[in-house]
């Protein structure tokens, strides 16, 4: 059972508004990741951090922030939401080490409207 | 370039049935290969990671292979539930990077039908 969270888990806004997404992990990991998922696609890594003061841009170019100021914490901002960034956003963890096959938890994703 | 092709893109079958997912690769150099399920509107959970070495991995009625020479998984699923209805994803680690770079597949989705 994977103690992540997200919040919210659906939100409709308007365009222009600002949102921030929470991404909450109880299992001490120190890399988390953001990954946005529309419909049917893959997901695309779009921002990730090896700990604490760490985050880097992922492979898919996003309009949004984020930060790392806890272990935990791992939150995902739009200052400027447009259509375009309606999707469903998703925040895993893990433990150190990917390459030798340590597992990745997914939270629930956070489905986001922007009309 | 790295890539990750999951066929069939949709599949119905019937309760109790057996099926297989197929997924090919062109990720180099490999690390491992993860199997995750998604729910509709819910984050993906992890039923399988293999490494290079293994070529068979099983949790419970969920049985994934792995030929590193051809760079194909399957995954087969026996006797067929509801609740196995689902997208299943591949994933490929490459080795190249201390992040171990994710190639995510667009996912099968299964619908089991009473």
């Known amino acids: 059972e994977a103690d992540i969270y997200q919040t919210p888990r659906y939100l409709v806004i308007g365009t222009g508004k600002k949102i921030t997404l929470e991404c909450s992990q109880t299992?001490?990991?120190?890399?988390m990741y953001w990954y946005q998922q529309d419909p049917g696609m893959e997901l695309h890594l779009i921002h990730y951090?090896?700990?604490?003061?760490?985050?880097e841009k992922g492979d898919l170019s996003s309009e949004s922030t984020v930060s790392r100021i806890r272990t935990e914490h791992f939150p995902l901002t739009l200052e400027s939401a447009r259509p375009s960034h309606t999707s469903q956003y998703l925040c895993?963890?893990?433990?150190?080490?990917?390459?030798?096959?340590?597992?990745?938890?997914f939270g629930e994703g956070s489905w986001l409207t922007v009309v | 370039k790295n890539q990750v092709e999951q066929s069939p893109q949709s599949l119905i079958i019937l309760e109790g049935k057996n099926c297989t997912l197929q997924c090919n690769y062109t990720v180099s150099p490999f690390s491992n290969l993860r199997w995750y399920k998604q729910d509709t509107g819910r984050g993906p959970v992890s039923l399988t990671i293999?490494?290079?070495?293994?070529n068979t991995k099983s949790n419970g009625r969920y049985t994934a292979t792995l030929d590193a020479d051809t760079k194909q998984s399957s995954l087969h699923i026996t006797a067929s539930q509801l609740s196995d209805s689902a997208s299943y994803i591949c994933v490929v680690s490459d080795r190249g990077s201390t992040l171990g770079r994710l190639y995510f597949g667009r996912g099968t989705q299964l619908t089991v039908w009473p």
């Open positions: 895993a963890s893990s433990e150190p080490s990917t390459g030798d096959g340590n597992t990745i938890y």
């Open positions: 951090s090896y700990g604490v003061n760490s985050t």
């Open positions: 299992m001490g990991h120190d890399k």
């Open positions: 293999m490494t290079f070495s293994e």
